[in-house]
Nanobody
Framework: QVQLVESGGGLVQAGGSLRLSCVAS????????IGWYRQAPQQERELVAV???????TYGDSVKGRFTLSRDNAKATVYLQMNNLKPQDTAVYYC?????????????WGQGTQVTVSS
Protein backbone atom coordinates (compact mmCIF):
# COMPACT_ATOMS: atom_id res chain seq x y z
CA GLN A 1 0.00 0.00 0.00
CA VAL A 2 1.23 3.48 -0.87
CA GLN A 3 0.28 6.72 0.82
CA LEU A 4 0.62 10.04 -0.99
CA VAL A 5 0.73 13.31 0.93
CA GLU A 6 0.67 16.64 -0.92
CA SER A 7 1.73 20.06 0.27
CA GLY A 8 2.49 23.47 -1.14
CA GLY A 9 -0.85 24.72 -2.40
CA GLY A 10 -2.15 28.18 -1.70
CA LEU A 11 -3.25 31.52 -3.12
CA VAL A 12 -1.10 33.34 -5.63
CA GLN A 13 -1.55 36.17 -8.09
CA ALA A 14 -1.54 35.58 -11.81
CA GLY A 15 2.02 35.39 -13.10
CA GLY A 16 3.29 34.04 -9.81
CA SER A 17 4.79 30.69 -8.89
CA LEU A 18 4.14 27.83 -6.51
CA ARG A 19 5.85 24.51 -5.86
CA LEU A 20 3.86 21.46 -4.88
CA SER A 21 5.39 18.45 -3.16
CA CYS A 22 4.14 14.89 -2.90
CA VAL A 23 5.75 12.43 -0.52
CA ALA A 24 5.15 8.75 -1.24
CA SER A 25 5.38 6.33 1.65
CA UNK A 26 4.81 2.61 1.89
CA UNK A 27 5.77 0.52 -1.14
CA UNK A 28 6.87 3.59 -3.13
CA UNK A 29 9.65 1.68 -4.89
CA UNK A 30 6.97 -0.41 -6.59
CA UNK A 31 5.54 2.49 -8.55
CA UNK A 32 5.42 2.53 -12.32
CA UNK A 33 4.30 6.15 -12.57
CA ILE A 34 3.84 9.12 -10.26
CA GLY A 35 2.75 12.67 -10.82
CA TRP A 36 -0.11 15.16 -10.70
CA TYR A 37 -3.65 15.60 -11.89
CA ARG A 38 -5.98 18.50 -11.16
CA GLN A 39 -9.70 19.09 -10.99
CA ALA A 40 -11.46 22.42 -11.22
CA PRO A 41 -15.10 22.91 -10.14
CA GLN A 42 -17.58 21.35 -12.57
CA GLN A 43 -14.74 19.96 -14.65
CA GLU A 44 -13.24 16.53 -15.10
CA ARG A 45 -9.93 15.59 -13.58
CA GLU A 46 -7.11 16.30 -16.04
CA LEU A 47 -3.48 15.36 -16.42
CA VAL A 48 -0.94 17.91 -15.26
CA ALA A 49 2.33 15.96 -15.36
CA VAL A 50 3.39 12.38 -14.80
CA UNK A 51 6.78 10.68 -14.77
CA UNK A 52 6.83 7.02 -15.73
CA UNK A 53 9.10 4.17 -16.77
CA UNK A 54 12.48 5.34 -18.06
CA UNK A 55 11.91 8.79 -16.55
CA UNK A 56 9.61 9.82 -19.34
CA UNK A 57 7.60 12.90 -18.36
CA THR A 58 4.26 13.68 -19.91
CA TYR A 59 2.70 17.13 -19.50
CA GLY A 60 -0.81 18.26 -20.11
CA ASP A 61 -1.09 20.63 -23.05
CA SER A 62 -2.28 23.53 -20.93
CA VAL A 63 0.80 23.52 -18.68
CA LYS A 64 3.60 22.79 -21.14
CA GLY A 65 6.37 25.34 -20.89
CA ARG A 66 5.14 26.64 -17.51
CA PHE A 67 5.18 23.65 -15.17
CA THR A 68 8.10 21.35 -14.41
CA LEU A 69 7.90 17.96 -12.76
CA SER A 70 10.91 16.58 -10.93
CA ARG A 71 11.63 13.66 -8.62
CA ASP A 72 13.94 13.02 -5.70
CA ASN A 73 14.13 9.26 -5.34
CA ALA A 74 16.11 9.44 -2.11
CA LYS A 75 13.25 11.36 -0.52
CA ALA A 76 10.49 9.48 -2.37
CA THR A 77 9.16 12.88 -3.35
CA VAL A 78 7.94 14.45 -6.56
CA TYR A 79 7.77 18.18 -7.07
CA LEU A 80 5.68 20.29 -9.38
CA GLN A 81 7.16 23.71 -10.04
CA MET A 82 4.43 25.94 -11.41
CA ASN A 83 5.47 29.22 -13.02
CA ASN A 84 3.52 31.94 -14.79
CA LEU A 85 0.33 30.77 -13.12
CA LYS A 86 -2.99 31.74 -14.67
CA PRO A 87 -6.48 31.97 -13.16
CA GLN A 88 -7.45 28.90 -15.19
CA ASP A 89 -4.86 26.91 -13.23
CA THR A 90 -7.11 27.22 -10.19
CA ALA A 91 -8.02 23.70 -9.10
CA VAL A 92 -7.46 20.99 -6.53
CA TYR A 93 -4.20 19.28 -7.39
CA TYR A 94 -3.93 15.57 -6.65
CA CYS A 95 -0.84 13.49 -6.41
CA UNK A 96 -1.24 10.25 -8.35
CA UNK A 97 0.67 6.98 -8.57
CA UNK A 98 0.25 3.68 -10.38
CA UNK A 99 1.93 0.48 -9.23
CA UNK A 100 3.81 -1.87 -11.51
CA UNK A 101 1.39 -4.19 -13.21
CA UNK A 102 -1.52 -2.06 -12.13
CA UNK A 103 -4.32 -0.45 -14.08
CA UNK A 104 -6.69 2.46 -13.48
CA UNK A 105 -8.48 0.71 -10.66
CA UNK A 106 -5.22 0.23 -8.78
CA UNK A 107 -4.18 3.87 -8.79
CA UNK A 108 -3.28 5.71 -5.61
CA TRP A 109 -4.42 9.27 -4.94
CA GLY A 110 -3.50 11.88 -2.39
CA GLN A 111 -6.03 13.98 -0.54
CA GLY A 112 -5.48 16.98 -2.80
CA THR A 113 -4.17 20.49 -2.28
CA GLN A 114 -5.96 23.65 -3.37
CA VAL A 115 -4.27 26.06 -5.75
CA THR A 116 -6.02 29.38 -6.32
CA VAL A 117 -4.73 31.92 -8.81
CA SER A 118 -6.23 35.39 -8.62
CA SER A 119 -6.39 37.73 -11.59
Amino acid sequence: QVQLVESGGGLVQAGGSLRLSCVASGASSSLKAIGWYRQAPQQERELVAVISTGSTITYGDSVKGRFTLSRDNAKATVYLQMNNLKPQDTAVYYCYARPWGGSEGDDYWGQGTQVTVSS
